[in-house]
Nanobody, 129 residues
Framework: QWQPVESGGGLVQPGGSLRLSCAVS????????IGWFRQAPGKEREGISCIAISSSGSTVYADSVKGRFTISRAGDNAENTVYLQMNNLKPEDTALYYC???????????????????WGRGTQVTVSS
Protein backbone atom coordinates (compact mmCIF):
# COMPACT_ATOMS: atom_id res chain seq x y z
CA GLN A 1 0.00 0.00 0.00
CA TRP A 2 1.29 3.46 -0.87
CA GLN A 3 0.72 6.33 1.50
CA PRO A 4 1.27 10.00 0.61
CA VAL A 5 2.36 12.19 3.51
CA GLU A 6 2.28 15.99 3.33
CA SER A 7 4.50 18.37 5.26
CA GLY A 8 5.56 21.99 5.21
CA GLY A 9 2.37 23.81 6.06
CA GLY A 10 2.19 26.65 8.52
CA LEU A 11 1.30 30.25 9.15
CA VAL A 12 2.65 32.84 6.74
CA GLN A 13 1.98 36.50 6.07
CA PRO A 14 0.42 37.65 2.80
CA GLY A 15 3.07 37.85 0.13
CA GLY A 16 5.13 35.17 1.81
CA SER A 17 6.19 31.73 0.63
CA LEU A 18 5.96 28.14 1.75
CA ARG A 19 7.15 24.87 0.26
CA LEU A 20 4.98 21.83 0.75
CA SER A 21 6.34 18.32 0.37
CA CYS A 22 4.52 15.14 -0.55
CA ALA A 23 6.41 11.94 0.15
CA VAL A 24 5.02 8.59 -0.92
CA SER A 25 6.24 5.49 0.87
CA UNK A 26 6.82 2.29 -1.06
CA UNK A 27 8.49 1.30 -4.29
CA UNK A 28 6.78 2.53 -7.45
CA UNK A 29 7.69 1.00 -10.77
CA UNK A 30 4.96 2.34 -13.04
CA UNK A 31 4.22 5.82 -14.25
CA UNK A 32 2.37 7.73 -11.59
CA UNK A 33 1.03 11.19 -10.91
CA ILE A 34 0.93 13.38 -7.84
CA GLY A 35 -1.78 15.93 -7.44
CA TRP A 36 -2.18 18.75 -4.94
CA PHE A 37 -5.61 19.72 -3.73
CA ARG A 38 -6.91 22.10 -1.12
CA GLN A 39 -10.10 22.62 0.80
CA ALA A 40 -11.06 25.69 2.78
CA PRO A 41 -13.83 25.62 5.38
CA GLY A 42 -17.22 25.78 3.74
CA LYS A 43 -15.77 25.37 0.26
CA GLU A 44 -15.43 22.48 -2.15
CA ARG A 45 -12.15 20.69 -2.66
CA GLU A 46 -10.09 22.36 -5.38
CA GLY A 47 -7.45 20.72 -7.52
CA ILE A 48 -4.55 23.14 -7.85
CA SER A 49 -1.64 21.33 -9.45
CA CYS A 50 -0.31 17.99 -10.58
CA ILE A 51 2.79 16.42 -12.05
CA ALA A 52 3.12 13.29 -14.14
CA ILE A 53 6.10 11.19 -13.11
CA SER A 54 6.58 9.77 -16.57
CA SER A 55 8.51 10.38 -19.75
CA SER A 56 6.63 13.65 -20.21
CA GLY A 57 6.96 15.10 -16.73
CA SER A 58 4.01 17.27 -17.63
CA THR A 59 2.47 19.62 -15.10
CA VAL A 60 -0.89 21.30 -14.73
CA TYR A 61 -1.90 24.35 -12.69
CA ALA A 62 -5.27 25.75 -11.80
CA ASP A 63 -5.80 29.34 -12.85
CA SER A 64 -6.03 30.38 -9.20
CA VAL A 65 -2.38 29.47 -8.59
CA LYS A 66 -0.78 29.80 -12.02
CA GLY A 67 2.30 31.97 -11.91
CA ARG A 68 2.57 31.74 -8.12
CA PHE A 69 2.88 28.01 -7.40
CA THR A 70 5.41 25.60 -8.87
CA ILE A 71 5.26 21.83 -8.65
CA SER A 72 8.43 19.81 -9.01
CA ARG A 73 9.91 16.41 -8.38
CA ALA A 74 12.62 15.97 -5.80
CA GLY A 75 16.05 14.75 -6.84
CA ASP A 76 17.34 11.22 -6.68
CA ASN A 77 18.00 11.43 -2.96
CA ALA A 78 14.30 11.77 -2.22
CA GLU A 79 12.49 9.29 -4.41
CA ASN A 80 8.76 9.57 -4.69
CA THR A 81 8.77 13.10 -3.29
CA VAL A 82 7.12 16.08 -4.92
CA TYR A 83 7.29 19.71 -3.87
CA LEU A 84 4.80 22.52 -4.20
CA GLN A 85 6.54 25.88 -3.97
CA MET A 86 4.00 28.53 -3.11
CA ASN A 87 4.97 32.17 -3.58
CA ASN A 88 3.08 35.43 -3.16
CA LEU A 89 0.59 33.74 -0.90
CA LYS A 90 -2.78 35.39 -0.39
CA PRO A 91 -5.34 35.05 2.40
CA GLU A 92 -7.59 33.16 0.01
CA ASP A 93 -4.92 30.45 -0.23
CA THR A 94 -5.72 29.49 3.35
CA ALA A 95 -6.85 25.86 3.32
CA LEU A 96 -6.00 22.30 4.21
CA TYR A 97 -3.67 21.08 1.47
CA TYR A 98 -3.71 17.44 0.40
CA CYS A 99 -1.55 15.48 -1.96
CA UNK A 100 -2.75 12.38 -3.72
CA UNK A 101 -1.25 9.58 -5.80
CA UNK A 102 -2.60 8.19 -9.04
CA UNK A 103 -1.05 4.80 -9.68
CA UNK A 104 -0.65 3.76 -12.38
CA UNK A 105 -1.15 6.80 -14.51
CA UNK A 106 -0.67 7.81 -18.11
CA UNK A 107 1.91 10.26 -19.32
CA UNK A 108 -0.12 13.28 -18.25
CA UNK A 109 -1.97 14.28 -15.10
CA UNK A 110 -5.17 15.98 -14.08
CA UNK A 111 -6.34 18.18 -11.24
CA UNK A 112 -9.62 16.28 -11.23
CA UNK A 113 -9.63 14.28 -7.96
CA UNK A 114 -11.29 11.14 -9.32
CA UNK A 115 -8.24 9.41 -10.87
CA UNK A 116 -6.34 9.57 -7.60
CA UNK A 117 -6.21 6.39 -5.57
CA UNK A 118 -4.28 7.26 -2.42
CA TRP A 119 -4.67 10.40 -0.34
CA GLY A 120 -2.69 12.04 2.41
CA ARG A 121 -4.21 13.52 5.54
CA GLY A 122 -3.36 17.10 4.70
CA THR A 123 -1.25 19.96 5.98
CA GLN A 124 -2.73 23.29 7.04
CA VAL A 125 -1.69 26.48 5.30
CA THR A 126 -2.82 29.74 6.87
CA VAL A 127 -2.09 33.08 5.23
CA SER A 128 -2.77 35.92 7.61
CA SER A 129 -1.20 39.08 8.94
Amino acid sequence: QWQPVESGGGLVQPGGSLRLSCAVSGFIRDYYAIGWFRQAPGKEREGISCIAISSSGSTVYADSVKGRFTISRAGDNAENTVYLQMNNLKPEDTALYYCALELPSGTTCSVDPYPYDFWGRGTQVTVSS
